[in-house]
């Protein structure tokens, strides 16, 4: 899953004087993108693309990979053995979600632990929005519904990034998701429409807290984003902040008439001049709090990831070990 | 020890699958394994979810010659023959280093 | 960006009639009602069939702890991908245990809804495994994957055994699942090989691992009036026949992680006849929470 939101880093340093040469190939490579053409891994790139993906790109990896924590507290309380399947295999996606974008990442020159060294670090960030608790089955089906409903709408522009071998890892991951909206929209339509009355009163208090923050995915609104303008023009990031998050509301309000709940934003309205809804304000100042490392689970959330590195630091040595062992036997012999 | 020690690093394998018989075999991507064997078997679990019928091939990414011919102007470095740069494409296992 | 949810009035959803019906048959199955326990039978076959079921499925909830908390990425999607094979197993079984019990129970009305005296898997499956449990320590992943070989070797030897059950149903449950038991043996014997002739720490705590689950084995291969009755009918194996193939499978994996086979032990657990460790309990209020705090519910 992936947000935006991650393009708060600090604005990194421009060469102010660049080689002929160097404005030459930049001036290249530009004139490729706006074609359309895709850049791969051993073509020339300008130093800011390349740190522009690197940080996108394992961010995104980053996200799925903490994104497991808050379903993963489920899947032994799981309340049937199909939820119970679906949601471990739903995970287990997300995983090799990571897996996808840190092997892309890779491609660019940097290493998976020099990457998950920033993420234990706290240099690297991931989806905020993993960063709040999963208190009830509804949850997951809440999460499934909005949560990867937000993250297709902004993965979908992806599969068209100018790096390819992102765009292709996007194709693949995209081909996956549209599983995860459906099962959990499914859970949550089942016990709306069929469930006990405490069922369906679970599931609005997940809709009623799981609405917001699902909105603030889409990141800051785009005067305040600081990477907008150059990402656009790289083809990294093809549609802006804002519009997604409105496309996100009118299709959501649409399936949340369907499921039973009501959305909690009295100032919710459709307006037929913009042919769009009206929303209430969103309270940026939580997200930025959230976002800096003062949400509800930010601190289990990255303790969770440092201790299972640590925890398996013998296991990788050990293996390590057995392959160089077994790699002397054969030169021996 | 330091975290991005990368000699402790598992290395680094590109994966290739042919998902039927009759067709070629295709890059899918890349994954971390400690020795052909499990990277065999992590490659099934990763990248097929153990689909029958599908033929595998692992290969140290380090391991690959590649060029790339592209755009030529835009070659970045005609002399590098990568797949790719990786911080640990250069690093000698322990065994070898002490031979 | 079109909606690609489905809409209910183009396709609605009828209600479950797996559910209906089971909460039917619960309640004249001797339940007390939706949410409260359901009582088996009596069948013997029904019976027999839990003791692989239960295994696989308390099996498969301990695995599914390390989701998300593996010690490298690729491992964590393998170990998910067994879990899943595990509890695929456990549905299969379950829901043909209910057939044979007589009453109409679903797969989920057998998982979640049974008094612990009812489960009959293996006491080693609920040792702890990530998390700790009662007053014991958690385990580590050199449990994860010595459990996983003793276990996956057992289980392969049945599934092989049960392709000549009398009853087809089940061979055919183990024709599909010998497939999977075969990549579970591999797995886990790369990995016992892997700790065992590791470096140092990673072999002492293979031998640790090893050792905490040893006394569990001698359960899996002794009989009782069970295993004699499956034997004679030809639904089953005795468990004593396989001990000897199992101890040579494991005994080849053992020698070349360079890892000792423990001395036997005189301990003899009692799961699969229904009275299980300390850990149990608290497995099953985890599972079970859900379907016991909302009676009748719908998922």
Redesign the interface.
Known sequence: MYTQAMDTAPKEERKAVRSLEEAELERRFDAKIDKGGFIEAKDWMPEHYRKTLVRQISQHAHSEIVGMLPEANWVTRAPTLKRKTILLAKIQDEAGHGLYLYSAAETLGTSRDELLAALHSGKAKYSSIFNYPTLTWADVGVIGWLVDGAAIMNQVPLTRCSYAPYARAMVRICREESFHQRQGFDALNVMMREGTPEQRAMVQDATNRWWWPSLMMFGPPDGESVHGAQSARWGIKRISNDDLRQKFIDATVEQARVLGVSLPDPDLKWNEARGHHDFGPIDWDEFWRVVGGDGPCNKERLGARVKAWEDGAWVREAALAHARKQATKKEAA | ?S????T???P?WEVFVRPKAGLDHKHC???????A??AL??A???YT??QEGCSIWVVPSSQIT?S?P??K????DPM?DK??????FYVL????DH? | MTSTMTSPSTTATPPRPAVAAGLAAGVSGASRGPGRSVTLSGSREARWVLRLADTCLIHAQRLSEWCGHGPILEEDIALTNLSLDLLGQARALLSHAGQLDGQGLDEDQLAFLRDERDYFNLTLVEQPLRRSSAHAPGGDFADVQVRNLLLAVWLKLHWQALASSSDAELAAIAGKAVKEARYHVEHAAQWVVRLGDGTEESAARAKAALERAWPYTNELFVDDELDAHAAATGLGPQRSALREAWLAAVSAVLTEATLAVPAASKFVSTGSRGVHSEHMGFILAEMQHLQRAFPGGVW
Do not use: K
Request: avoid cysteine; charged fraction near 30%; glycine fraction near 4%.
């Open positions: 020890m975290r991005t020690d990368t402790q690093e598992w680094l991507g890349s994954l971390h394994a400690p020795d064997a499990m078997q992590l099934r679990e990763v979810r153990r590649a790339d592209g755009d102007d835009m070659y970045f590098e797949v790719y740069r990786h911080p640990t296992p322990e065994a070898v031979m």
